[in-house]
Antibody, heavy 122, light 107 residues
């Protein structure tokens, strides 16, 4: 059974960089799917941040593209999110998820992690 | 960017009642529309993919329909465990976007 687990600091100071990692178990990241990050501010809706393939090919949401980097480490079977210059508006639960389109980014997220709350505050 | 607008924002429903949630896209997205259920303090769960395709393990009371710009999620005979927020999501064009959500409460 495939599982995804987010990890990283729960508190980040304004103007600093948010860094999260998603560890995948029960499935090899190199086996052919895209992997994505989605966030949800408290009490609000969902926002796609970006997606990555095991080759390193990425797609980003233009609204965040200037501040986002998604990377992959196939040796550790995990992928990561970095969001720089954060503000209070970046406070959210951050989810990692598998994109269900085999060998292509379909945008259909079929497996999700539990999510991790990141608060931006001094 | 494609905007998805759901209606209603909130619905209070009696068990066994039928629930209908609509999602309208700002431009045609074919059948690239998916539905998720999110219970409190849980991650979203995929309910329906590509407008009407069922997902293994999801109860048959959940169904989807529509194409182009207008889509519907139907819950036949609502059960107490269906209390949740429901989101539509489009994967027709980047950036992928979600509707604002519909909260379903059990009376």
């Amino acid at each position: 059974q495939m599982q995804l687990q987010e990890s990283g600091p729960g508190l980040v100071k304004p103007s600093e960089t948010l860094s999260l990692t998603c560890a995948v178990s029960g499935y090899s990241i190199s086996s052919g799917y895209y992997w994505g990050w989605i966030r949800q501010p408290p009490g609000k809706g969902l926002e796609w941040i970006g997606s990555i393939y095991h080759s390193g090919s990425t797609y980003y949401n233009p609204s965040l593209k200037s501040r986002v980097t998604i990377s992959v480490d196939t040796s550790k079977n995990q992928f990561s999110l970095r969001l720089n210059s954060v503000t209070a508006a970046d406070t959210a639960v951050y989810y990692c998820a598998r994109d269900g389109g085999y060998q292509r980014a379909s945008g259909l997220f079929d497996y999700w992690g539990q999510g991790t709350l990141v608060t931006v505050s001094s | 960017e494609i905007v998805l607008t759901q209606s209603p924002d909130f619905q209070s429903v009696t068990p066994k009642e039928k629930v209908t949630i609509t999602c309208r896209a700002s431009q045609s997205i074919g059948s690239s529309l998916h539905w998720y259920q999110q219970k409190p303090d849980q991650s979203p769960k995929l309910l329906i993919k590509y407008a009407s395709q069922s997902i293994s393990g999801v109860p048959s009371r959940f169904s989807g329909s529509g194409s182009g710009t207008d889509f519907t999620l139907t819950i036949n005979s609502l059960e107490a465990e269906d209390a949740a927020a429901y989101y539509c999501h489009q994967s027709s064009s980047l950036p992928w976007t979600f509707g604002q959500g519909t909260k379903v409460e059990i009376k």
